[in-house]
């Protein structure tokens, strides 16, 4: 059984959808824990009533230390926040031996078992953006991203999730800062300030956006396990918005259009 976390609003809700689906369809057994942050998507996520899932509501999770701060910070600097206090929530509450974040737009095209069977007897699992050099934000954005991330409940795990919780609380917003950006350039370090913490080697976690100019998906080099659509939305006018960066035909066929089709079909539904 493989334990897995997100969160999301109701801006994101056919994302979140899309991405629990892809699981459901590529995964063996597993649960998913979805944080619902606002009253609409919540709503929805309840009725729905998904097959292994437990939607947790703002007014089950968020703590005291969590109220006091939220209103000095944007929603989505709120989010960024509370991502590793819903890992410690969930691996807590529900006693887990360990949980897996996933960003809400993440898709899967294999089983993501094997990139949290690769970490062995590490506590904690965490991956690169593996820039494109022309894209290479890692000063300012960080080396790893937090899409997708492993922790254990021992002692190296939650050391480090605590570490983090406590230094999200602190500080986390949209802006490089005294070398911080939001939750993410605090991982810069883990593998030498922390015991236990693993870097994915498997190409096939982590293409996303700033790294697919590096692979021909078309050749199959690797097994594609997700693909994290960074930025990619719908504008008005049946317009599609794919972000900053360089994406060729074989990207739209295989990840792009596949991906349209899935969250107009929960759209329309």
């Not at 109220?67 to 206090?85: M, Q, V």
């Not at 790294?211 to 659509?229: G, R, V």
Request: aromatic share 16%; with cysteine; net charge negative.
């Amino acid at each position: 059984m493989y334990n897995y976390c997100t969160l999301f609003d109701s801006n994101y809700l056919t994302r979140g959808l899309a991405m629990y689906e892809s699981l459901k369809k590529k995964s063996d057994e597993f649960h998913l824990y979805i944080f619902a942050f606002d009253d609409r998507s919540c709503d929805l996520l309840k009725k729905l009533n998904l097959e292994s899932v437990t939607v947790v509501s703002l007014q089950e999770f968020e703590d005291e230390e969590l109220l006091k701060i939220k209103d000095d910070r944007s929603a989505g600097e709120y989010c960024w926040t509370c991502t590793p206090s819903i890992i410690k929530y969930s691996i807590e509450k529900y006693k887990l031996d360990s949980c897996t974040y996933l960003d809400a737009d993440l898709y899967f095209f294999s089983n993501p078992a094997v990139l949290i069977e690769e970490m062995g007897e590490k506590s904690v699992l965490i991956t690169e953006h593996r820039y494109t050099p022309e894209y290479d934000q890692s000063a300012t954005s960080g080396i790893y991203c937090v899409q997708f991330m492993t922790f254990k409940n021992d002692e190296n795990g939650m050391k480090v999730l605590n570490w983090w919780r406590d230094a999200c609380n602190e500080w986390c917003y949209a802006r490089f800062e005294d070398g911080k950006f939001g939750d993410q350039k605090y991982l810069d370090d883990w593998t030498t300030r922390f015991d236990g913490v693993h870097v994915l080697k498997n190409l096939g976690g982590g293409v996303a956006p700033w790294n697919i100019q590096q692979y021909d998906l078309s050749k199959k080099e690797f097994e594609l396990i997700f693909y994290h659509f960074h930025n990619f939305k719908f504008l008005e006018g049946e317009r599609l918005e794919f972000g900053m960066y360089k994406l060729d035909k074989n990207d739209l066929d295989i990840l792009y259009i596949p991906y349209i089709k899935h969250l107009l079909k929960i759209e329309n539904h």
